[in-house]
């Protein structure tokens, strides 16, 4: 069984960057992709990155496409969600989650198990 542990969270100003890091234990790392999702205050859970086991298929939502670069190191068993240029709307609780599809998808239900989460908070 897999367990995914997030951190990295924490208050930036507008137009600054932090990276959040997702360690995972309990099985062969490199077996499997992690995505990230964010979910907003009164707003629903939104995917926002993915990559596979290899790290060769990587996506974006839109939201974030130029501004957000996900990378693996298999070595450390952690995968990593660089965010640049935050803006207020990028303020949300941050969640990774393991999937087992070859091609990963956008979509919370190919997602098993999940993080705790971690806030992310950016002032404007």
């Known amino acids: 069984q897999v367990q995914l542990v997030e951190s990295g969270g924490g208050l930036v100003q507008a137009g600054g960057s932090l990276r959040l890091s997702c360690a995972a234990s309990?099985?062969?790392?490199?077996?499997?992709?992690v995505g990230w999702f964010r979910q907003a205050p009164g707003k629903e859970r939104e995917f926002v990155a993915v990559i596979n086991w290899t790290g060769g298929i990587k996506s974006y939502a839109d939201s974030v496409k130029g501004r957000f670069t996900i990378s693996r190191d298999n070595t450390k068993n952690t995968v990593y969600l660089q965010m640049n240029s935050l803006n207020p709307e990028d303020t949300a609780t941050y969640y990774c989650?393991?999937?087992?599809?070859?091609?990963?998808?956008?979509?919370?239900?190919?997602?098993?198990?999940w993080g705790q989460g971690t806030q992310v908070t950016v002032s404007s």
């Open positions: 989650a393991a999937t087992m599809e070859n091609n990963p998808t956008p979509y919370q239900q190919d997602y098993h198990p």
């Open positions: 309990g099985r062969t790392f490199s077996t499997f992709g």
